[in-house]
């Protein structure tokens, strides 16, 4: 069975247009079978994209798991002076993102697998909709690896689905030396800013 976060999904190619609706910004986005939300923009992506923070201006921002690039393209329009990283390990994803962005104009984003973002780069801003599927192990890796790499007055915007663990994430990182605060609750989501302590 594949699996969105896999490297290579099997499922057969699928490409279906998602148009994306927020306040003050509208565009569109290819996606595809076996990228995480094939067809349709995830609810917690959108709430996410509704409700967070307005981002800075400039700096360099992390898409962690960046699927078909919703969020990567959504930052790199609303701050087309910043650096926008976008991240996944599903090829699919990385190539319908890189698509995506092209398809936009957009030239500030630099898509890639983890290994391939330089080791001295830092992020003012990291948005994601973590991948809770891959397990709490594989989950607690993956954001110790990001997360440590915040700039000093960096800041995460996570959003995570109250009935797959959103609270316990929030007390887990709290141990891991970093202060949460729960911006918001909507429809079984929570909106999660982390930060160094």
Partial sequence: MSHYFDNSPSAASHPEIVEVLLPGDAFD???DAGVFSHGQL????????SDAPTPPPTGTFLDLGCGAGPITLALARRSPTATVWAIDVNQRALDLTRSNAERLHLTNVKVGAPDDVPDDVVFDLIWSNPPIKVGKDL?????????????????????????LGSDSLARWLGTEGYEVERLGSRRGYRLLDVWRA
Avoid: E
């Fill in 139 to 163: 989950l607690h890796r993956m954001l110790t690896r990001w997360l440590a790499r915040l700039a000093p007055n960096g800041h995460a915007i996570l959003v995570v689905n109250k009935n």
């Fill in 29 to 31: 986005y290819v996606s």
């Fill in 42 to 49: 995830d609810a917690g992506t959108k709430i996410l994209l």
